[in-house]
């Protein structure tokens, strides 16, 4: 039973940074594709970027110049950090894993982080 | 990239089968047979449905199936049950830089 355990701050200031960190259990790290997603209140899913256990990163352009996702695979762990947050970034994040190769699923997905961005 | 295309909201009785519509482009859902569906309860996790067009994931009733028509992809809930009531969203793989690109959800209301 593969299983994500995230875990981050929930509440930051406008220009801040967000962190997110996500342990994998249950599956091996190497055999996949580790990403995020976010979901604005009331809103659909936006796709933030996916790594590898080698490092190998694909970001949404949208967040690219923002975003770093980075692997820790002595934990099984990959983070996500977003910088100089807005209003905009509240969201609920999600950490997910997906297909090594090309393809389109995300199985499982974490339990999810309300951030909010306020001052 | 622009969002995928989906009805707002999909109502039936219990029992009925609805289907949900997914409209992209030739850059997505008509080049690859990338789409995957996901069902998402108020105020939990997204849940993969179905996956490469038409596959169900283990442990995913066989009441949801997905199919594919050039740039539209379509999931069908047969025999309707209460639980099925929530938030449906479709996804594809995109040849764009963007990789992923997902629907702007459906609510199912079952009445």
Redesign the interface.
């Given at each position: 039973q593969v299983h994500l355990q995230q875990w981050g701050a929930g509440q930051l200031k406008p220009s801040e940074t967000l962190s997110l960190t996500c342990a994998v259990y249950g599956a091996s790290f190497s055999d996949y594709f580790w990403g995020w997603f976010r979901q604005p209140p009331e809103k659909?899913?936006?796709?933030i970027g996916?790594i590898n256990h080698n490092g190998d990163a694909?970001y949404?352009?949208?967040l690219k110049s923002r975003v770093t996702l980075s692997v820790d695979t002595s934990e099984n762990q990959f983070s996500l950090k977003l910088t100089s947050v807005t209003a905009a970034d509240t969201a609920v994040y999600?950490c997910v894993r997906g297909p090594k190769v090309?393809?389109?699923?995300?199985?499982?997905?974490?339990?999810?982080t309300l951030v909010t961005v306020s001052s | 990239q622009s969002?995928l295309t989906q009805p707002a909201s999909v109502s039936g009785s219990p029992g009925q089968s609805i289907t949900i519509s997914c409209t992209g482009t030739s850059s997505d859902i008509g080049l690859?047979n990338?789409?995957?569906w996901?069902q998402q309860h108020p105020g939990k996790?997204?849940?993969?449905i179905i996956?490469?067009v038409s596959n169900r994931?283990s442990g995913v009733s066989n009441r949801f199936s997905g199919s594919k028509s050039g740039n539209t992809a379509s999931l069908t809930i047969s025999g309707l049950q209460a639980e099925d009531e929530a938030d449906y969203?479709c996804?594809?793989?995109t040849i764009t830089?963007?990789?992923?690109?997902?629907?702007?959800?459906t609510k199912v209301t079952v009445l």
């Open positions: 659909g899913l936006e796709w996916e694909n949404n352009p949208s999600y090309v393809g389109n699923w995300f199985d499982p997905w974490g339990q999810g | 969002a690859y990338y789409v995957s996901y996790v997204p849940k993969l996956y490469d994931p969203y996804s594809s793989y830089s963007t990789l992923y690109v997902f629907g702007t959800g």
